[in-house]
C-alpha cells in the first residue's frame, strides 16, 4: 500500500465533495425534525398508539446508535465512498419504503432500513472531509460550514415537513429525501475519490452484536413496560437483557487487542462524563421534541405548518449557540459552555413544567429558544471533553462513542416521554394532555442539574488527572503532562464538527 500522502483534489472538485457530504447531513438530521411535526398525522392516519409513534422514531435512533463505530470501521477497510454510496443508497430507498407504509409497525421496519443507512453517512462523510482538506485553515472553514448545514437542516425539518404534512400528507415528509440522496450519489461517483485508513481496526462482530441487542431490549423495555405493566416478566426479562448484554460487552473488550470500544477510555474521568453528558441532554432534547409537535397539533389545535413554525426559536439559538460555544472550548472554557447548556435546559424545562392547553405563545417560544440554547451550547463540550487527553489516534474513535451517546440517549428520551407522560397522551385532544406532561419536564430539569454537575465534575484537576494518567495506559505520555487536556489538532477537529454528529 503506498503510504504516501496523496496530493488535494483541485479547488472546484474539493468545493464539490464538500456539497455532496452536507447533502447527507442535511438528509439525516432534516429527518429527525422533520418526522416529530408529522406524528399526529400519522397516528390519524396509520392509528398508531403512543408506543407505535415512539418506535418510529426509537427504530431510527437505535439502529443509528448501534452501527455508529461499525460503519466507521467498514469505511475506513472497504473504502469511504464505497460506503457512503452504500448508506446514500439505503436511506433513500427506505425512505421510499417509508412514504409507502401501510401500518405502523411497517413503518418502523422501513425507519430502521433508513436508519442503517444513516449511520453510513455523518461519520463516513467527515472523514472524507478531513481526507479531502489537507491544509489546516481550509479544513477548519469547510467543517466550519459543515457545522452550519447542521443548524439550517435543524430549520429546515419542522418548517418545510409543516408545509408538506399541510398541503400533501405526512408520507411527503419522505419523498424529498430521495431526489436529494439520488443527486448525491450520482456527485459522489462523479467527484469523491476512494481512500481507505492505512491501518484499519479489525471488525469486533460479537462486540457489535451485544450493543444492538442491548440497545434494543433497553429500549423495548421502557416503551412497553407502561402498557405491560413494569413487573411483568416481558418487561423485566428486557431489562435482564440489557444488564447481560452490557456484563458480556465488558468482559468481551477487556480481552480484545482491538475492541470495538477500549474500555480503558472510561477510566478518564471526562471522558465517561461526556458519555453521560450526551446521553442526559439529548435525552432531553428528543423527549421534549416527542411532546412538543403532539402537544401543539393535538392539544393546541395549531396547524402542522404553524407547529413547525413554533419550533423557529430553538432552530435560530441553535444556530446562534453553536459558534459562540465552539470558541468557548477553543479558549479552554469548556466549562462555561456546559454550565450555561445545563441550566438553559433546567430552565426552559422548569418553564414547561407549569404546561396548560392555554400556555401562552410567547412563553412557548421563550422556552424552546432558551432550550435551543441548551443544546447549541452543549455540543462542542461534548465532543472537547470526550477527548481530553487521548492521542491523535484515539481521538476519533473517542468522539465517534461520544457521537454513539447522543443517539442513545436520543432514543432513551422518547421512550422515557411516553412512559413518564402515560395515558394522558394515549388518545388525541384529551384534556389532560399538557397536565399529563410536566412530570417529563420535571425529570428534564433534574437532568439539566445533572449537566451542570457534570460540567464542573469533569474540568477540574481531579478529572485533568485521570486524563493524563489514561493518556500514559494509552501510550502517549506526551499528553500527560498538566495541561495536556488541551485540544490538540484532531481535538479541535473534533470540536468543530460536533455540532453535526447526531
Not at 452504500?86 to 436508519?115: D, E, H, I, K
Not at 444513516?118 to 481550509?138: D, Q, R, Y
Not at 407502561?226 to 423485566?236: T, V
Request: charge should be positive.
Amino acid at each position: 500500500m503506498n503510504n504516501q500522502p496523496r496530493p488535494s483534489p483541485p479547488a472546484l472538485r474539493r468545493r464539490t465533495i464538500l456539497a455532496t457530504c452536507c447533502f447527507a447531513l442535511f438528509l439525516v438530521t432534516m429527518d429527525v425534525t422533520i418526522v416529530n411535526v408529522a406524528l399526529p398525522a400519522i397516528r390519524l392516519d396509520l392509528h398508531a398508539s403512543v408506543a407505535g409513534l415512539q418506535w418510529s422514531i426509537d427504530g431510527y435512533t437505535v439502529v443509528v446508535a448501534s452501527f455508529l463505530l461499525l460503519a466507521g470501521s467498514m469505511a475506513d477497510r472497504f473504502g469511504r465512498r464505497r460506503i457512503f454510496q452504500l448508506g446514500l443508497t439505503v436511506f433513500s430507498l427506505g425512505s421510499l419504503l417509508c412514504s409507502l407504509a401501510p401500518t405502523t409497525n411497517a413503518l418502523v421496519g422501513f425507519r430502521m432500513l433508513q436508519a442503517l443507512g444513516g449511520a453510513m453517512l455523518n461519520p463516513v462523510a467527515m472523514s472524507i472531509i478531513v481526507n479531502t482538506f489537507t491544509e489546516p485553515k481550509e479544513r477548519a472553514r469547510a467543517i466550519g460550514i459543515w457545522g452550519a448545514v447542521f443548524g439550517v437542516s435543524m430549520a429546515a425539518g419542522p418548517l418545510l415537513g409543516g408545509q408538506l404534512v399541510e398541503r400533501v400528507g405526512w408520507r411527503s415528509i419522505f419523498w424529498v429525501n430521495v431526489p436529494i440522496g439520488l443527486l448525491a450519489l450520482w456527485l459522489t461517483a462523479r467527484f469523491v475519490p476512494e481512500s481507505r485508513a492505512e491501518k484499519p481496526r479489525r471488525l469486533d462482530l460479537v462486540a457489535q452484536g451485544l450493543i444492538i441487542v442491548g440497545l434494543l431490549a433497553l429500549t423495548t423495555a421502557v416503551i412497553e413496560g407502561r402498557s405491560a405493566g413494569w413487573l411483568s416478566w416481558p418487561i423485566a426479562a428486557g431489562f435482564g437483557l440489557f444488564l447481560a448484554c452490557g456484563l458480556g460487552l465488558v468482559a468481551w473488550e477487556s480481552r480484545r487487542r482491538e475492541p470495538l470500544i477500549d474500555l480503558r477510555f472510561f477510566r478518564s474521568l471526562p471522558f465517561s462524563a461526556a458519555t453521560l453528558l450526551a446521553v442526559l441532554a439529548f435525552s432531553s432534547f428528543s423527549g421534549f421534541l416527542f411532546l412538543n409537535s403532539l402537544y401543539l397539533q393535538e392539544a393546541r389545535g395549531l396547524s402542522p405548518s404553524a407547529a413547525g413554525l413554533m419550533t423557529l426559536p430553538i432552530a435560530l439559538a441553535l444556530i446562534v449557540c453553536s459558534p459562540m460555544s465552539g470558541r468557548l472550548v477553543g479558549a479552554g472554557r469548556s466549562r462555561l459552555a456546559i454550565v450555561v447548556a445545563g441550566s438553559a435546559i433546567a430552565t426552559a424545562a422548569l418553564l414547561l413544567t407549569r404546561l396548560t392547553a392555554n400556555t401562552p405563545l410567547p412563553l412557548l417560544a421563550a422556552a424552546y429558544a432558551i432550550f435551543g440554547v441548551g443544546l447549541g451550547a452543549i455540543n462542542a463540550p461534548i465532543t472537547n471533553t470526550a477527548v481530553s487527553g487521548m492521542p491523535r489516534s484515539q481521538a476519533g474513535l473517542a468522539s465517534a462513542v461520544a457521537s454513539t451517546s447522543r443517539q442513545v440517549g436520543a432514543s432513551l428520551g422518547v421512550a422515557l416521554a411516553g412512559a413518564l407522560a402515560g395515558a394522558g397522551i394515549e388518545a388525541a385532544h384529551r384534556a389532560d394532555f399538557a397536565e399529563s406532561t410536566r412530570v417529563v419536564f420535571w425529570v428534564v430539569a433534574v437532568f439539566g442539574v445533572a449537566i451542570v454537575a457534570l460540567g464542573i465534575l469533569s474540568t477540574g484537576p481531579r478529572a485533568r488527572a485521570s486524563a493524563a494518567w489514561v493518556a500514559q495506559l494509552l501510550g502517549a505520555p506526551e499528553l500527560a503532562a498538566p495541561g495536556a487536556n488541551r485540544p490538540a489538532s484532531a481535538t479541535a477537529l473534533g470540536v468543530a464538527a460536533a455540532g453535526a454528529e447526531q
